[in-house]
Structures are given as structure tokens and as C-alpha cells.
């Protein structure tokens, strides 16, 4: 069993509205990620983080931002909210190909965010 | 990063063995090759990975010839469950990788 989580599950707010969705994981993993999904769609990475105080862009550019202060924390904030960025967001961490192990990803369960 | 090639979508019955291709032709000497499967409204979940020849888990068979330019998941008597979108990522996670995932194949396994 994948220890991540991502709160919101759900989340429906106004347009113009900051919000900030959670992502936490106490497997130790360095590497985490946030890709962007729409319903049937392709998984898109929008930002990945190799460590504390490592942040890149992914593939798809988003207005989205992240931090990661604490190896077990990755929040990814938007300022300022808009109906485009209606979306599954989902979270994920790995640990990489060193010592035997296989490099998977490990998903939370989503954060789903509506924008009206 | 290697380039993936897998058919968009595959149709199935119940009780069949159902193989997916995956073509990476510029695949690096260090990448390995890694599957997941993705159910609707859920992160993907890892199946199966592979350097060469053959591996099998509980799960899902994957084959890789010689040269590995091309892959095939085999997935075993498919039940109602498995249909799922099935990734084939290519790639060297030792150092900086970032996992990009492809369109992947959308399975429909009908009864």
C-alpha cells in the first residue's frame, strides 16, 4: 500500500480564488511529481522535484507553482484560480533505480478540482 | 528520452491472453522499460518492469527481444477488471528522469 496523500479529493471554488492542493508521502522518496489530467486524456507532468529545494517544470507548461521545503511535502499552489484550470491533479513519488529498486511511481488518489 | 509507439486502443473478451506492443526504437543502453496500468479516476499503478528477455510477476508477462527495440505486455486471461489505459514508458531512473507517460493503450475487455 502507496503511502501518499492528496487533499483535497475534491475541491469546486470561484474563479479568482488562490488555492494550494496538499500532497504528502512518508516513504522518504526524493523525487515527486504533479501531472495534470483531463477526464480520458493523457497524463501531463507540469512540475517535478528531485529533492528538498528542487523544483523543475514538467512537459506542459501550467501557471500552477510548486514548493518543497520537506522531503514528504509538495504542494502545488495556483494564485489565481480560472475555469481552464479545471482538472484532475495527481501526485507522485519514487525513489528511483538505486539500490535494486525498480524506480515506480507511487500515485495518490487525485485531487480533482472544479472552477467555476 | 526514448520515443514509445503503442496502439491506441485494443478490444478483448473475458478468458483470452491479451498482448500489447510497444515500440521504442532509440532506446538507450541504460533505460529500462516500465509498465503501468490506469484505471478511470485513479493515478496509474505499476505492473511490470524489464531490461531484457523475459519477466513475469504475479500480474503480467513481459517479453523484450534482443535487440529492445520493441516490448510486449501479456496479460493472462483478461477479466471484466482489466480494462484500464496501459502505459509502456521508457527511460533510466537512476540519475534525474522525469517519467513522461505517452497516450498509452486503452484495453476494453467485453464478457
Known amino acids: 500500500e502507496a503511502d501518499i496523500y492528496q487533499t483535497p479529493r475534491y475541491l469546486v471554488i470561484g474563479t479568482g480564488k488562490k488555492i494550494t492542493l496538499e500532497c504528502s508521502q512518508t516513504?522518504?522518496?526524493?523525487?515527486m511529481y504533479w501531472y495534470q489530467q483531463d477526464p480520458g486524456m493523457e497524463l501531463h507532468l507540469i512540475h517535478y522535484?528531485?529533492?528538498?529545494?528542487?523544483?523543475e517544470k514538467g512537459d506542459l507548461s501550467s501557471e500552477s507553482t510548486v514548493s518543497r521545503i520537506r522531503t514528504e511535502h509538495f504542494p502545488l499552489t495556483l494564485e489565481s484560480a480560472r475555469p481552464s484550470h479545471t482538472s484532475q491533479y495527481l501526485c507522485?513519488?519514487?525513489?528511483?533505480?538505486?539500490?535494486?529498486?525498480?524506480?515506480?511511481?507511487?500515485f495518490g488518489e487525485g485531487s480533482r478540482l472544479t472552477v467555476l | 528520452l526514448a520515443k514509445t509507439t503503442q496502439p491506441i486502443s485494443m478490444d478483448s473478451y473475458e478468458g483470452q491472453e491479451v498482448n500489447i506492443t510497444c515500440s521504442h526504437n532509440?532506446?538507450?543502453?541504460?533505460?529500462?522499460i516500465t509498465w503501468y496500468q490506469q484505471f478511470p479516476s485513479q493515478g496509474p499503478r505499476f505492473i511490470i518492469q524489464?531490461?531484457?528477455t523475459k519477466v513475469t510477476n504475479e500480474v503480467a508477462s513481459l517479453f523484450i527481444p534482443a535487440d529492445r527495440k520493441s516490448s510486449t505486455l501479456s496479460l493472462p486471461r483478461v477479466s471484466l477488471s482489466d480494462t484500464a489505459v496501459y502505459y509502456c514508458?521508457?527511460?533510466?531512473?537512476?540519475?534525474?528522469?522525469?517519467?513522461?507517460f505517452g497516450a498509452g493503450t486503452r484495453l476494453f475487455v467485453k464478457a
Open positions: 522535484s528531485y529533492g528538498v529545494n528542487s523544483t
Open positions: 524489464g531490461y531484457k
Open positions: 532509440n532506446i538507450a543502453t541504460n533505460d529500462y
Open positions: 516513504m522518504g522518496h526524493d523525487k
Open positions: 514508458l521508457v527511460g533510466d531512473w537512476a540519475g534525474g528522469f522525469k517519467t513522461i
Open positions: 507522485a513519488s519514487s525513489d528511483g533505480l538505486a539500490g535494486g529498486n525498480t524506480g515506480e511511481l507511487f
